[in-house]
């Protein structure tokens, strides 16, 4: 980690110890909120939306939570000299595993620009990001692609330029044909980010069937890449035996935000979750482990 740029960067995301969306993301996602329409949901439903109004609760409830869990994981790693060694073709792939509204690639979008940002004085040009969201859900496949374009239309981001944005529907790992095909053809992943959507992929799969999936994705990132997987505190186990089934370290993270909604304007809380990143050079299948 590069220690003076990491404290500039938290300072400005973090300022004061807590978690702050920048006005310009807060007014995106206050703009999108205010154009769904409002319902009753099921605490299901809000984790795991499925309609407009649904996606309306999600966005009120978790986007800011999720995204400052995305950035503080991937801070020490965003600021270190590996990163920005391994920055050498101005392309920069993000692959978005159950993207819902696009949380963890707008999280990382702004933080590369801030952090592109405070290295100005060392040269480095602008950085072309290119996307694939990939979700089962057609409401988070419409409002990420939304929130991306009106991300990189209002904020103007001073280092970093939208390039190819895919949407995939097929569920993770059925679709891995297609996040072949993707790779060959924009270059491999620099980051493939699994934020809260172990559980469903869990439910779905079975822990031996998701080691294996996350084993297929080192074929298709940069070797110097990041994968990354989310989960919230509930899910110690959960991240726990996939981690020890992959060869790799989790660990819990706790953080203080700023709450967003009408009436609690100036309140904070404290979140835990728990979090694996890791090189996928280092990724081994254990199947003793389960
Ligand atoms: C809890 S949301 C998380 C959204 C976002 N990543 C975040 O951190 O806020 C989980 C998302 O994963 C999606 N999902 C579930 N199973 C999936 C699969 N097999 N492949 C891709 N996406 C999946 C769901 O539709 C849902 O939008």
């Not at 940069?222 to 959960?238: E, H, T, V, W, Y």
């Not at 981690?243 to 967003?260: C, D, M, P, V």
């Given at each position: 980690?590069?220690?003076?740029?990491?404290?500039?960067?938290?300072?400005?995301?973090?300022?004061?110890?807590?978690?702050?969306?920048?006005?310009?993301?807060?007014?995106?996602?206050?703009?999108?909120?205010?154009?769904?329409?409002?319902?009753?949901?099921?605490?299901?439903?809000?984790?795991?939306?499925?309609?407009?109004?649904?996606?309306?609760?999600?966005?009120?409830?978790?986007?800011?939570?999720?995204?400052?869990?995305?950035?503080?994981?991937?801070?020490?790693?965003?600021?270190?000299?590996?990163?920005?060694?391994?920055?050498?073709?101005?392309?920069?792939?993000?692959?978005?595993?159950?993207?819902?509204?696009?949380?963890?690639?707008?999280?990382?979008?702004?933080?590369?620009?801030?952090?592109?940002?405070?290295?100005?004085e060392a040269g480095i040009h602008?950085?072309?990001?290119?996307?694939?969201?990939?979700?089962?859900?057609?409401?988070?496949?419409?409002?990420?692609?939304?929130?991306?374009?009106?991300?990189?239309?209002?904020?103007?981001?001073?280092?970093?330029?939208?390039?190819?944005?895919?949407?995939?529907?097929?569920?993770?790992?059925?679709?891995?044909?297609?996040?072949?095909?993707?790779?060959?053809?924009?270059?491999?992943?620099?980051?493939?980010?699994?934020?809260?959507?172990?559980?469903?992929?869990?439910?779905?799969?079975?822990?031996?069937?998701?080691?294996?999936?996350?084993?297929?994705?080192?074929?298709?990132?940069?070797?110097?890449?990041?994968?990354?997987?989310?989960?919230?505190?509930?899910?110690?186990?959960?991240?726990?035996?996939?981690?020890?089934?992959?060869?790799?370290?989790?660990?819990?993270?706790?953080?203080?935000?700023?709450?967003?909604?009408?009436?609690?304007?100036?309140?904070?809380?404290?979140?835990?979750?728990?979090?694996?990143?890791?090189?996928?050079?280092?990724?081994?299948?254990?199947?003793?482990?389960?």
């Open positions: 980690m590069h220690k003076k740029l990491y404290k500039s960067i938290i300072d400005e995301l973090c300022p004061e110890g807590n978690w702050k969306l920048r006005c310009s993301i807060e007014k995106l996602l206050n703009a999108k909120i205010n154009q769904l329409p409002c319902r009753d949901v099921t605490g299901e439903e809000t984790r795991y939306p499925t309609d407009r109004a649904s996606m309306k609760a999600f966005l009120e409830t978790f986007f800011a939570r999720h995204y400052f869990q995305v950035q503080k994981s991937l801070v020490e790693y965003l600021t270190s000299s590996e990163f920005y060694d391994s920055l050498t073709t101005k392309e920069f792939n993000i692959l978005d595993i159950g993207s819902g509204p696009a949380v963890a690639s707008l999280a990382v979008t702004e933080m590369l620009d801030c952090i592109l940002g405070a290295r100005n602008k950085l072309r990001v290119n996307y694939v969201l990939n979700d089962t859900e057609n409401i988070c496949l419409g409002i990420d692609q939304e929130l991306l374009r009106n991300y990189f239309r209002s904020q103007s981001p001073q280092r970093i330029s939208c390039g190819h944005v895919f949407s995939m529907e097929k569920g993770f790992p059925s679709n891995f044909g297609q996040l072949e095909r993707v790779a060959r053809n924009l270059g491999l992943y620099d980051l493939i980010i699994l934020s809260y959507v172990l559980k469903p992929l869990h439910n779905d799969l079975g822990l031996k069937n998701i080691a294996n999936a996350l084993s297929m994705l080192q074929g298709i990132s940069k070797p110097n890449g990041r994968i990354m997987i989310i989960q919230d505190k509930f899910s110690k186990a959960l991240v726990g035996n996939v981690s020890r089934l992959i060869g790799q370290s989790f660990k819990k993270e706790t953080l203080a935000q700023h709450i967003y909604s009408e009436n609690n304007d100036n309140e904070t809380y404290t979140y835990s979750y728990y979090t694996c990143l890791f090189a996928p050079t280092g990724l081994s299948v254990n199947a003793r482990a389960v």
